[in-house]
C-alpha cells in the first residue's frame, strides 16, 4: 500500500529565516506530486507539481520553491519566510495518467512569527 | 474562467438527519469532480469521484453525489450523519491531465447529537 508522510509535523519560526519542508512517498513509483499551501479556515491552493525527478512546475509561487530530488520525495523550501507563508502545507501524489484522484499527505502546520 | 463554488460555509445538522452539501463548478470541458473530506489538524481524505457513466457515484462512508451537466453541479448527500461525520468538505474539479485541482470554498458540517 501507498503511505505519504510529511515531515515536520508542525514548525514554528521566525520571520526572514529559512524554511524546508518534506514529503515522501513509498509504495508507489514515478508518481505525480504536488504541494499546496492552506491557510486558516481556508480552501486549498496548488502551489507546485512534478511528473518527474528534477522537473517542477510553479503554479503560484508565494516566494517559495520546491524540488524533486528524488523519485519518492519532494521538498519545498525558501530562504526567507514572510509572516504570510503561516498555514498549513499539504502534499499530495497522484498516478501519472489521465485525471486521477490525488491523494493527500497528513500535513505540515508552519506559523510564522 | 474555472472555477468550483460552494454556496454554504456552514451547516449545522441534527444526528439522523440527512445532509446536502452544494458544489458548483465553471469548466467547459469534461469536467472531473472529487468530494474530501478534512478533520481537524488532519490532510484531505477522497469520499468519492465522477469521470463519467451514472451521474450517481457512490463513495465511503454512505456519501454519494449527483452530477448534473446541465446546472454544472455536483452535490454531496448523506441519507443519516452522524456526529462524526463533523468536518471540512470541499469539492474539487480536475482539469489538464489532472495537473490542476481546483478546490472549492469548503463547507464545515457540525453534527449536534
Known amino acids: 500500500a501507498q503511505t505519504i508522510h510529511q515531515w515536520p509535523v508542525a514548525e514554528i519560526k521566525a520571520v526572514g529565516s529559512p524554511l524546508s519542508l518534506g514529503c515522501t512517498i513509498k509504495?508507489?513509483?514515478?508518481?505525480?506530486l504536488y504541494w499546496y499551501w492552506q491557510a486558516t479556515g481556508g480552501t486549498l491552493q496548488q502551489l507546485f507539481y512534478?511528473?518527474?525527478?528534477?522537473?517542477v512546475e510553479s503554479v503560484v509561487q508565494l516566494n517559495l520553491s520546491a524540488s524533486r530530488p528524488k523519485d519518492d520525495q519532494f521538498i519545498l523550501s525558501t530562504e526567507k519566510l514572510l509572516l504570510s507563508h503561516s498555514g498549513f502545507y499539504l502534499c499530495a501524489w497522484s498516478l501519472g495518467t489521465g485525471n486521477a484522484e490525488q491523494f493527500f499527505g497528513p500535513g505540515t502546520r508552519l506559523t510564522v512569527l | 474562467a474555472q472555477s468550483v463554488t460552494q454556496p454554504d460555509a456552514r451547516v449545522t445538522v441534527s444526528e439522523g438527519a440527512s445532509l446536502q452539501l452544494r458544489c458548483k463548478y465553471s469548466y467547459s470541458a469534461t469536467p472531473y469532480l472529487f468530494w474530501y473530506v478534512q478533520y481537524p489538524r488532519q490532510g484531505l481524505q477522497l469520499l468519492l469521484k465522477?469521470?463519467?457513466?451514472?451521474?450517481v457515484v457512490q463513495g465511503v462512508n454512505s456519501f454519494e453525489a449527483e452530477f448534473s451537466k446541465s446546472n454544472s453541479s455536483f452535490h454531496l448527500q448523506k441519507a443519516s450523519v452522524h456526529w462524526s461525520d463533523s468536518a471540512v468538505y470541499f469539492c474539487?474539479?480536475?482539469?489538464?491531465?489532472?495537473?490542476?485541482?481546483?478546490f472549492g470554498t469548503g463547507t464545515t458540517v457540525s453534527v449536534s447529537p
Open positions: 474539487a474539479l480536475s482539469m489538464e491531465g489532472g495537473r490542476a485541482l481546483i
Open positions: 465522477y469521470y463519467s457513466g451514472d451521474p
Open positions: 512534478s511528473i518527474t525527478v528534477g522537473q
Open positions: 509504495g508507489k513509483s514515478s508518481p505525480n
